[in-house]
């Protein structure tokens, strides 16, 4: 792929920050949605003021709290009655039965019947990696919530997105190792499922801290004081410019038969 990479917030607010939208954002290919990170209650409204089109044809879900899942049944109903063709929603194989019975339970998810909620969707479990028109992606286990309850995603040497969760440094560090931004779950106060900037401050390495870009925090004024500790922060409907991805024969293996191809090659 040769297209020029972005990446747009429609939201990045936490969960009690609604005014900040949703925490979600859109990899674009020469300003075309490509790909839409996390779908929450606000996230489809805000997709289609960007884009003019209310159905993306791609979501990847981090994690299955409702502030990051909270619209995916509003786009089961569009993407049903649009009639245009199946979403393709790409979950971490971990979170998929719960994903099923969170949204996908019930034979009735039309009140005339008929339909099941996956009648809309493609479902493609996601293992640590995923494959979008030619880029390879690498899918990693963040802290939040419980063990390999949330995931984030890198394409090295592009960017990398942490969804939800507490500082991880050590798994950027083999992930996200190639100068590409990382874009991170920060607010002013931390918790035991979210980074705070003091977190932040203490675990990263100077050099992991000049790449971050934070978003997911509380409310304005708690973005305008994590700038003024000194960090970049993303601001809801704010497109940022990625490099091009590394090769996939020279970024860091995602598993063994990747690790054995990138020997070889
Ligand atoms: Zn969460």
């Excluded at 409702?66 to 063709?85: C, K, N, S, T, V």
């Excluded at 909620?117 to 995923?130: H, K, Y």
């Excluded at 920060?186 to 050099?207: F, K, M, N, T």
Aim: proline residues 6%.
């Amino acid at each position: 792929m040769t297209e020029a990479l972005a990446l747009r917030f429609l939201g990045v607010g936490n969960a009690r920050a609604s005014e900040l939208g949703s925490a979600a954002a859109v990899l674009e290919a020469d300003g075309e949605p490509l790909l839409l990170i996390d779908c929450g209650p606000r996230t489809l409204d805000d997709y289609r003021t960007c884009y003019g089109d209310a159905i993306p044809k791609a979501v990847f879900i981090t994690h299955l709290h409702l502030d990051h899942i909270g619209g995916i049944e509003a786009l089961f109903y569009r993407a049903y009655f649009a009639d245009q063709g199946l979403v393709r929603l790409h979950v971490p194989a971990a979170l998929v039965p719960a994903l099923h019975a969170k949204l996908a339970g019930s034979s009735f998810v039309l009140s005339e019947g008929n339909a099941s909620f996956w009648d809309a969707f493609q479902l493609l479990p996601v293992g640590e990696f995923m494959w979008l028109r030619g880029l390879l992606l690498s899918v990693f286990p963040v802290r939040h919530s419980g063990y390999h309850q949330a995931f984030g995603l890198c394409l090295p040497g592009a960017f990398a997105y942490t969804g939800d969760t507490r500082p991880i440094p050590e798994v950027l560090g083999h992930f996200a190792r190639s100068g590409e931004p990382v874009f991170h779950d920060c607010g002013v106060e931390g918790s035991p499922a979210h980074a705070g900037v003091e977190d932040i401050a203490r675990e990263y390495s100077e050099e992991q801290k000049s790449r971050l870009v934070l978003y997911h925090y509380e409310s304005e004024a708690a973005g305008r004081e994590l700038e003024r500790r000194g960090f970049r922060v993303a601001k809801a409907g704010e497109r940022f410019l990625l490099k091009p991805p590394l090769p996939v024969s020279r970024q860091p293996a995602a598993d063994p038969e990747t690790a054995s191809l990138t020997r070889v090659v």
